[in-house]
């Protein structure tokens, strides 16, 4: 390491031709990539703020001041503040049974909780009909008893519920199971509560993890639209979330507004990606600072 | 609870929160997702099949696992050569499109279904140049390509993308010093290595776009033999109070995945990782 050239090779390793490419393969594989994602995903991203502000910034802003989009936005907020709890609730708990203790049918336990994922959102949303719909198994008892599920409210949280179930268990499972059970036994026997373990000991380890899972969680949460559909009954004002106000809009090919709407989803999108990045860069310098 | 557990530990909690688990599990899935079974077991075997195999349905089967098929192909062409472009080659604002990626995922599907629609329509940005050629995407079997294409695109980039990471430079070395070419390398050396993975994330991109909904309805125009995917028939059954012909079309969409669900796991299991996508 005598002269500052071999130390500037040293920093940018030069491409060894036999483990390379050549640079005209290299430049071709790049194109195809930005092309390919450029075409599926830049362009329609682009389309939808061009199509929100064809006709000035006045008309994409009185959108959001319709009663039924205010509505529909409070809608997506409420639901959301319900299902992302529940789920993070239960995510740390699913975590917490699966990750420390060693029992019968744990492989079995980690396949169910998956299986949310890997159902059609419309069947999902079906579910729910068949049994709290006004022909399903529970809908009698619930039409004498005045409680409305599917086509109001309860039925939207819970698709939503469905929807997001696996997101935050799926991100603590894995995160938990490898960094084992030591640590909480050694807090334990040295005289700390249940709670305090988990408090002090469980929760700051898998905070990434867990921040990871919500911020998944919450914008699966804001955007679905198949569960949600078979459920709400579209009524204005009352059980339309955004992604439905969107369609409805849509469908009245009032496109302005339909796609003002959706800007501000692609803009959750958006902010969900550079989170969700920014949690990835944030948890692997932490890691690479506790592991010198 | 000591005999569910297979050895003793001083950990707490373990009733409490394996109870809860379950509890919630047979609550929000199990018990709902049976009772599917149910409704569709009380249909005799001449009336399921009428319902699972009509012709307008069997016609939605086609188009649905036919095009997911498609999807998941061109996915997984083009996703390994993404993956391998983010891993082995750097260029400005590669950050930003591998955070890209994952659009797909965070970008409500009935978005990205009014966004391709006015893409690909007649007069949008590609569809004009895409007319005089004689391809006509927007509410044609083409435009359900794009959307199920869309909405797998991340499966295969984000699967393939951290074996390529971990695979090893020596190896490669090893491989050129050994008198291999590039492309022989890259055939015999690399893509063993990341088949395993490729193979999940296809199988995955296939599952995804075979319940997809939002993003397809709009830009399908949603003709009946034509264009009609199975989980809009599914919705268009129950809007005329058919619940058992809807339950039983369900019932074989959810079979489909199941079996896929095993495959991925089984997949999963072969290349001994979990996956990384969401």
Redesign the interface.
């Known amino acids: 390491m005598t002269t500052g050239v071999l130390s500037l090779d040293k920093r940018v390793p030069r491409i060894a031709s036999?483990?390379?490419?050549p640079v005209l393969v290299?430049l071709a594989?790049?194109l195809?990539?930005?092309t390919?994602?450029g075409?599926?995903?830049?362009?329609?991203?682009a389309?939808?703020l061009f199509?929100a502000l064809k006709h000035g910034l006045g008309a994409y802003l009185v959108s959001f001041q319709e009663p039924d989009a205010i509505a529909a936005i409070e809608l997506t907020l409420l639901a959301t503040a319900i299902a992302l709890p529940?789920n993070v609730?239960?995510g740390l708990?699913?975590a917490?049974?699966?990750a420390?203790?060693?029992?019968?049918?744990k492989q079995v336990?980690i396949?169910?909780?998956?299986?949310?994922f890997?159902?059609?959102?419309?069947?999902a949303g079906?579910?729910?009909?068949?049994?709290f719909?006004l022909?399903?198994?529970l809908g009698p008892w619930l039409a004498a008893h005045d409680i409305k599920i599917i086509f109001a409210v309860p039925g939207i949280v819970?698709a939503t519920?469905?929807v997001t179930?696996p997101?935050v268990a799926?991100e603590l499972i894995?995160h938990m199971q490898a960094q084992g059970?030591d640590e909480?036994?050694a807090a334990?026997?040295l005289g700390a509560t249940?709670w305090q373990t988990?408090w002090r000991v469980t929760l700051p380890s898998i905070k990434w993890s867990l921040l990871y899972g919500v911020i998944?969680c919450n914008?699966r949460a804001?955007?679905?639209?198949?569960a949600v559909?078979?459920v709400s009954g579209h009524i204005r004002g009352e059980t339309n979330t955004?992604?439905?106000h969107?369609?409805i809009l849509?469908n009245e090919y009032n496109?302005v507004a339909?796609?003002a709407v959706?800007s501000l989803?692609?803009l959750l999108?958006?902010v969900?990606?550079?989170a969700?990045?920014l949690v990835e860069w944030t948890s692997s310098v932490e890691q690479k600072e506790n592991r010198p | 609870m000591s005999l569910i557990l297979k050895q003793p530990t001083v950990l707490p909690g373990f009733g409490l929160t394996l109870g809860f688990t379950l509890f919630y599990l047979s609550l929000i899935v199990l018990i709902p997702l049976a009772g599917l079974f149910v409704k569709t077991s009380a249909l005799t075997w001449d009336q399921f099949w009428q319902a699972v195999a009509d012709p307008r349905t069997v016609a939605s089967y086609q188009l649905t696992f036919g095009l997911s098929f498609v999807a998941a192909l061109i996915n997984a062409f083009f996703g390994v050569i993404i993956a391998w472009v983010l891993v082995r080659y750097s260029f400005p604002g590669r950050k930003f499109v591998d955070a890209l990626v994952d659009l797909p995922f965070a970008l409500p599907t009935a978005v990205a279904g009014i966004a391709l629609t006015a893409v690909f329509s007649v007069n949008g940005w590609l569809g004009q140049y895409l007319e005089p050629l004689g391809i006509t995407v927007a509410f044609t079997p083409l435009g359900v390509l794009v959307a199920l294409t869309f909405i797998g695109l991340p499966f295969v980039v984000r699967t393939v993308q951290p074996v390529l990471q971990d695979l090893e430079k020596e190896i490669e070395e090893a491989a050129a010093s050994l008198g291999a070419t590039r492309w022989k390398t890259i055939t015999k050396v690399i893509f063993p290595e990341v088949f395993p993975a490729l193979l999940t994330g296809f199988t995955s991109a296939f599952a995804r776009a075979l319940g997809e909904y939002g993003s397809v309805v709009f830009i399908s125009g949603n003709m009946p033999m034509r264009t009609e995917i199975t989980p809009l028939l599914i919705i268009t059954k129950l809007e005329q109070y058919d619940y058992a012909g809807a339950a039983a079309i369900a019932v074989v969409m959810l079979v489909a995945s199941f079996v896929l669900l095993l495959i991925i796991n089984g997949l999963q299991w072969w290349s001994g990782r979990r996956q990384v996508a969401f």
């Open positions: 036999t483990v390379a490419e290299r594989l790049i195809v990539s930005l390919f994602l075409l599926f995903l830049f362009v329609p991203l389309a939808i199509e529940l609730v239960f708990s699913a917490w049974a699966i420390k203790f060693e029992f019968w049918g336990l396949t169910l909780i998956d299986l949310p890997s159902v059609s959102p419309v069947v079906l579910i729910y009909v068949l049994l719909g022909q399903g198994a819970l519920i469905f179930f997101f799926r894995p059970k909480e036994e334990l026997v249940g988990f998944l914008a804001m955007g679905e639209f198949g559909s078979v955004m992604p439905l969107v369609e849509y496109y339909a796609f959706a989803l692609a999108s958006l969900t990606l550079a969700k990045s």
